[in-house]
């Protein structure tokens, strides 16, 4: 079946530092990717996607490359922000439409 | 902004009770699906509707679980006899059938005593 592995958390940075959230999953053929945020008191909100080989997904300075050839989808950020605190889930769907299958969650803590 | 609405937003019941949570989806959606979050975990899926139809079931919903959508606008998930490891916040999403995003709710969390 699919799966999703993150980084184990909690991840802690001072402000303006660089982020890397790594991300490898199990699926066959060829999953869609996303990251997920989740702020505190808050939904998930659909951070970035990526549905195809070596697509790049981006929003609000976050990128993720799809990689096939390493079945990674890792979450960078060049200068995190203390509103970036929050956890971050990445996630698959096998086709359109279908469940997404989550990762644990990797906590971010970004200190002034 | 009509988002994805949950309710309640929180229950708390003592177990063996029956607990139901209701989901309304954006309006122009006709996927439905329901996941379970566990504390520290990623959600788990559990089931989802086109339209009226409920095309999939995750072994997670086991037979006290019940989920409708009886006219494919909102949706009802229903726990019968209540137990403590059914805590948890209960995520409803919805999308448009033909995209792979899926837009959340803010969940009801259920607290079992």
């Known amino acids: 079946g699919n799966s999703v592995t993150q980084m184990e958390g909690p991840v802690t940075l001072s402000e303006e530092a660089f982020l890397t959230i790594n991300c490898t999953y199990t699926?066959?053929?060829?999953?869609?990717l996303f990251w997920y945020v989740q702020y505190p008191g808050e939904g998930l909100q659909l951070l970035l996607k990526?549905?195809?080989?070596?697509d790049k997904g981006s929003n609000k300075g976050f990128e993720a490359t799809y990689r096939k050839e390493t079945t990674s989808f890792h979450l960078e950020k060049g200068s995190v922000q203390v509103s970036d605190s929050a956890v971050y889930f990445c996630a698959l769907s096998g086709v359109s439409g279908s469940r997404l299958t989550f990762g644990e969650g990797t906590q971010l803590t970004v200190n002034p | 902004d009509t988002g994805v609405s949950q309710n309640p937003r929180h229950k708390i019941t003592k177990r063996g009770q029956n607990v139901t949570f209701r989901c309304d989806p954006i309006?122009?959606?006709?996927?439905l699906y329901w996941y379970r979050q566990t504390l520290g975990q990623g959600p788990e899926f559990l089931t989802y509707?086109?339209?009226?139809?409920?095309?999939?079931k995750s072994r997670l919903l086991s037979d006290r679980f019940s989920a409708e959508r009886p006219k494919g606008s909102f949706s009802t998930l229903e726990i019968q006899r209540t137990e403590q490891g059914d805590s948890a916040m209960y995520l409803c999403a919805s999308s448009w059938w033909q995209s792979n995003e899926q837009f959340f709710g803010p969940g009801t969390r259920l607290t079992v005593l």
């Open positions: 699926a066959t053929g060829y999953p869609s």
């Open positions: 990526a549905t195809k080989a070596d």
């Open positions: 509707f086109q339209n009226e139809a409920q095309l999939e």
């Open positions: 309006s122009e959606h006709n996927r």
